[in-house]
């Protein structure tokens, strides 16, 4: 582990543990699939989405195809999320004045692409340096936090950078010590991506409200706020067309399945289209692979018969509304500090303070 000004909190994997974190990720993912296939669970594909080539001709180009969306709402397609989050956000930085009024660490929760590290944190860094003392990268993947680090050192900034290489739902950890201000912020709208049956009503603000008072033990310092975007578009054509617009960046998890589990002949990566459901009664906008034709195929030692137009959920983003989405976040522990809104845009952005017992 290294140390110094600008300690890296990385472990360096010997190439026998990279070999073995290789092989568990691909038995989870096998593992995963065998549970969507069987019907055993819904919408918890969501963090298989992000992948990249191995040989040339290769299909499954995730990572790509999401870059490729993204550059086209960029130019007014029909996906708003990025464009409207990222304008709500900078509206937010003079207006927080108060949040980043003495020295902090800066927690990243997911930091997503070099993009989004440009777009929505840096432009807080800046603004309130040199108040930002410490940046600290949260996230599962390894490459991630590699590539938000370096986009924090290269802006030549006095402060130090960090990376905890976990789950900030999941897992039990500390961001840090030796600050007395520690400013969590999750973007992306993440914390909506429940990985559940968007079908269950009572189920997702249960889970939401799990899901803060998970971020609220993570902190360790006397002063304490967490920043969080949601998104309270509920219009079913609108969620309809900006996720459908990213049905090529979708579609090759199909491919992946493929490539990467031990699949039988009778599975068509081609045989699927892409549909969008919007639940009211769950606030949920839901993607779901539907079967073109009639398909039989195994993995492992499980059979699966697919019916033609059969509905498979595997990614959900939960457009909660504000009431349902704040009452979460109070019944976890947290008081409401501010919220940003602008008009005509269904992207917030609420400042939250964990409530002192």
């Not at 499954?60 to 990222?86: C, H, M, P, Q, S």
């Not at 993607?287 to 033609?308: G, Q, T």
């Amino acid at each position: 582990m290294g140390t110094g000004t600008h300690g890296e909190c990385i472990m360096i994997s010997s190439p026998p543990a990279l070999l073995k974190q290789k092989v568990q990720a691909e038995l989870e993912f096998t593992n995963d699939i065998v549970e969507f296939f069987s019907g055993r669970r819904a919408g918890h594909l969501s963090k298989w989405l992000y992948s990249n080539p191995q040989f040339e001709g290769d299909k499954v180009l995730g990572t790509e195809t999401w870059r490729r969306g993204i550059e086209e709402a960029k130019r007014g397609g029909d996906y708003y999320v990025f464009l409207k989050e990222k304008s709500v956000i900078q509206n937010a930085i003079p207006r927080l004045k108060d949040v980043f009024s003495r020295k902090l660490r800066m927690i990243d929760l997911g930091p997503g692409s070099e993009e989004a590290m440009r777009d929505k944190i840096m432009p807080f860094v800046q603004a309130y340096t040199p108040n930002v003392v410490e940046y600290v990268g949260v996230d599962v993947s390894r490459d991630t936090l590699v590539m938000a680090k370096k986009e924090v050192l290269a802006a030549g900034l006095p402060m130090e950078a960090r990376s905890l290489e976990r789950d900030f739902i999941q897992d039990s950890f500390f961001y840090g010590d030796r600050v007395s201000r520690e400013v969590a912020v999750i973007f992306g709208l993440t914390l909506c991506n429940m990985t559940i049956d968007p079908r269950v009503p009572g189920l997702p603000s249960k889970l939401l409200t799990s899901y803060f008072q998970r971020l609220k033990s993570h902190f360790s310092a006397r002063e304490r706020f967490l920043m969080v975007t949601q998104d309270v578009n509920q219009d079913p054509e609108s969620l309809k067309r900006a996720y459908e617009a990213f049905s090529d960046h979708y579609m090759r998890l199909l491919y992946r399945i493929q490539r990467d589990t031990p699949v039988t002949s009778g599975f068509d990566p081609e045989g699927f289209r892409l549909e969008v459901d919007y639940f009211k009664d769950t606030q949920a906008c839901a993607l779901c692979f539907v079967p073109k034709k009639n398909m039989s195929f195994s993995i492992e030692d499980e059979a699966f018969a697919l019916r033609k137009d059969q509905r498979l959920y595997f990614h959900n983003a939960f457009k909660f509304d504000v009431q349902t989405f704040l009452s979460a976040a109070r019944t976890a522990g947290f008081d409401v500090v501010q919220s940003v809104e602008e008009k005509e845009n269904p992207c917030i952005l609420h400042v939250l303070k964990p409530r002192v017992m």
